[in-house]
Nanobody
Framework: EVQLVESGGGLVQAGGSLRLSCAAS????????IGWFRQDPGKDREGVSS????????YYQESVKGRFTISRDSAKNTAALQMNSLKPEDTAVYYC????????????????WGRGTRVTVSS
């Protein structure tokens, strides 16, 4: 069974940091690129960052560049999103996903999803 399980969300003050983790199982992790997305109620799921399975290339949405860092550990089948200098507008449910399309930040191109972890940034 394919599983992606996110953890690490929570409540943090503006300017603070959180580290999200994503544990993958049930598929060949090394074949898939991993992405982090976020979604507010009533809004589309938006791509935040992705990391390539082949060379570790990273991609970021403009609004998080310089603040968020994505990483992956193939030995542990995990990925992470380090979020620094958090802003209230970063508040959302964060999802990790897996895709065969390198560099994609389009939710429609992702094959597998976790159930999300909520991040709330207070002002």
């Amino acid at each position: 069974e394919v599983q992606l399980v996110e953890s690490g969300g929570g409540l943090v003050q503006a300017g603070g940091s959180l580290r999200l983790s994503c544990a993958a199982s049930g598929f060949n992790f090394d074949d898939y690129h991993i992405g982090w997305f976020r979604q507010d109620p009533g809004k589309d799921r938006e791509g935040v960052s992705s990391i390539s399975s082949s060379d570790g290339s990273t991609y970021y949405q403009e609004s998080v560049k310089g603040r968020f860092t994505i990483s992956r550990d193939s030995a542990k089948n995990t990925a992470a999103l380090q979020m620094n200098s958090l802003k209230p507008e970063d508040t959302a449910v964060y999802y990790c996903g897996a895709t065969l399309r390198a560099g994609s930040l389009r939710a429609a191109e992702y094959d597998y999803w976790g159930r999300g972890t909520r991040v709330t940034v207070s002002s």
